[in-house]
């Protein structure tokens, strides 16, 4: 690996982790969240920023889309919703802070730093699979293969720099 490789993953990846934690879905809506997905319970994570809160909004309002949320299932949505919204409150500072210190960073303090938001961001996503479990029980099973299916795509899909899910390599001699 070069020398230039590790900053330039950990950047990456630290941009990319806040997005995976509010919601599966990477397209952002430009809509106003609705009301049946803005449902949160108090939190001790830090307040986010305006634009940050109506990005992990719009992702919540995509995400209760694209699943079908019904309105029996609107209890364990906003209880998924909530640590969507207290994952992110979570990560914001470590990205604020990184975003200020990175430049005069040691290669160690690099490290540590992306070490913090990986560290965040594995967290959050434990959180937010136990908290989706709850939700993904309460569907019918046609629901649970449309979430299978929302979630494969998100995860399973195409990432940027690499070639889309189920296709070879090839190479040549």
Do not use: C
Request: proline content about 6%.
């Amino acid at each position: 690996m070069s020398r230039f490789a590790m900053p330039r993953i950990a950047g990456i990846l630290a941009a990319a982790a806040l997005p995976l934690l509010a919601s599966p879905v990477a397209v952002y809506a430009q809509t106003t969240p609705s009301a049946s997905s803005s449902t949160s319970t108090p939190s001790a994570a830090p307040a986010l920023t305006k634009s940050m809160a109506q990005n992990v909004e719009q992702h919540i309002k995509q995400l209760h889309d694209q699943l079908g949320i019904t309105a029996a299932e609107e209890p364990q949505w906003s209880q998924y919703a909530a640590v969507m919204r207290d994952n992110a409150a979570r990560m914001e500072p470590l990205f604020a802070a990184r975003r200020k210190d990175v430049a005069a960073m040691t290669a160690v303090d690099n490290m540590r730093s992306y070490a913090d938001l990986t560290q965040a961001h594995a967290d959050g996503m434990a959180k937010l699979a136990t908290a989706f479990q709850a939700l993904y029980d309460s569907f019918p099973d046609q629901q649970k293969k449309l979430a299978d299916s929302v979630f494969r795509q998100a995860y399973g899909g195409h990432r940027p720099g690499s070639k889309k899910a189920g296709t070879k390599k090839t190479t040549t001699p």
